[in-house]
């Protein structure tokens, strides 16, 4: 009994922590006064906990406040340069790797290619993340002894309690415990998560996820995969692999060499299938009446890609057009499938892809009106190409609270 008693201490006292140190992130500058009445926390309690967050250095004093008619209150705000987190965005095409201070202000951006694991094997991909980090310090100019967590998502199956990816096809992983890797290398804690996973989180604390208690975030870019938020929670499912949407099965006919290489919808709808619409649409062909381009040859094969093909289809390209509709038509099946499966307030597209704005949405509209009777919005996400890199930041900035309340 004495042992359950002292546990459920602990537990009330980080719950009181938490809640002044995220009402003092959103709020401050505020008094303890301030606080006591914003939390419902008495005044002694608030008293203690301050001293605490104080101590652990996310807390700091700022001068005092007006006086109400006795000493003028002490005023007291979140000290996000405190320490900073580096963000890894981990791609199948791009690395992007941030460092930030404690409320996600990027400091230092690093994005270069990801390597061709087909080609120089998947410890490339491992390697080039490590020098990326390394050099996003190093051009910040932070002395590394105040970087104090590392936050990773990773394209594929990812067990957060472990940090480990047992299944990247983008990059070549298999059962990678990215998480020993990297704490080994920079001595720092590591948090690891799904990469859309993380942008989800990214999307409810920064973007449109904060007005919708029930969203799915859908990813499309090298794959297509989504974050799945309900009453406010992100759901995982019973082995990490909730969300993997470019595996749901669009077209009855689907019989994948190996169910480990990409899966139906994204071979179908990511961006290496709209490369090949584009390339097999433009390559070669005159653009014929295709707006402020008649008359003009289209770019070579190597050149196209799925910018080239949305902007031919915006400027009225009718090959174009019927390209993107085939695209949107299965983009549409599964987000009708996902907004019938789980019925969420809004469907948030970010990616690579999601950048055709209208050019795509439009049609995926549409088709789904045809297709669904359930129909959430459906809009791209508020932060853009982002959101991936502020995801993995934030998981290193949630390592950072929760080490520092449990005073670790």
Known sequence: MAFTSLRNTASVRRHNLSLLLDTIEALGPISRAGLSRVTGLSQPTVGAAIEALIRSGLVRPVGTGESSGGRPPTMLEFNATHGFVVGIDLGG????????????????????????????GPGAVTRAIFGAVERAVDEAEVDWDKVLAIGVGAPGVTDPDTGTVSLAPAVGWEKTPVRSLLSQKF???????????????????????????????????????????????????????????????????????????????????????????AQRVLAGESRGNAGPSHGTASPSATSVGPEELFKAAEEGYEPAKQAVSQIASYLAAALTNVAVLLDPHAIILGGGISQAGDTLLN????????????????????LGADAGLLGAAALGIREVKERSLSGE
């Open 93 to 120: 095409t791009n690395i992007k790797v941030g460092l930030t201070d404690l409320r996600g202000r990027v400091l230092c951006r690093i994005e270069e290619p990801t390597p061709k694991h087909q080609e120089l």
């Open 187 to 277: 001595h720092i804690p590591v948090r690891v998560d799904n990469d859309v996973n993380a942008a989800a989180m990214a999307e409810q604390a920064f973007g449109y996820g904060r007005e919708y208690p029930s969203f799915v975030f859908v990813a499309i870019g090298t794959g297509i995969g989504a974050g799945v938020v309900i009453n406010s929670q992100l759901y995982r499912g019973a082995t990490c692999a909730a969300g993997e949407l470019g595996y749901m099965v669009i077209d009855h006919a689907w019989n994948p060499a190996s169910v480990r290489d990409f899966g139906c919808l994204e071979s179908m709808a990511a961006a290496p299938a709209i490369a090949r619409y």
């Open 363 to 382: 049609p995926v509209r549409e088709r789904m009106k045809q297709l669904s009777p359930v129909l959430p919005v459906i809009r791209v996400s508020a």
